[in-house]
């Protein structure tokens, strides 16, 4: 599932991706294959936290399981 982290709080991606112009038809990040089309991929500071990216916007998204 991918969320969308700001600050201490997480959000769906649909109350942010709604407005980009690289979002799909439904509001939704690229996500295809297994990795953001829409943004970079960040490195990991330990291990066990979850796939994290920076969207286009400059939102960072993460890969919760």
């Not at 700001?6 to 294959?33: F, I, K, N, Y």
């Not at 970079?40 to 919760?64: V, W």
Request: aromatic share 4%.
């Amino acid at each position: 599932m991918l969320v969308v982290l700001m600050d201490e709080q997480m959000l769906a991606p649909e109350q942010v991706c709604q407005s980009c112009l690289m979002a799909t038809q439904h509001g939704q990040p690229r996500w295809v294959g297994g990795r953001l089309r829409c943004g970079r991929s960040l490195h990991k500071q330990t291990t066990n936290q979850p796939d994290q990216y920076e969207c286009q916007m400059g939102f960072r998204i993460a890969n919760i399981e």
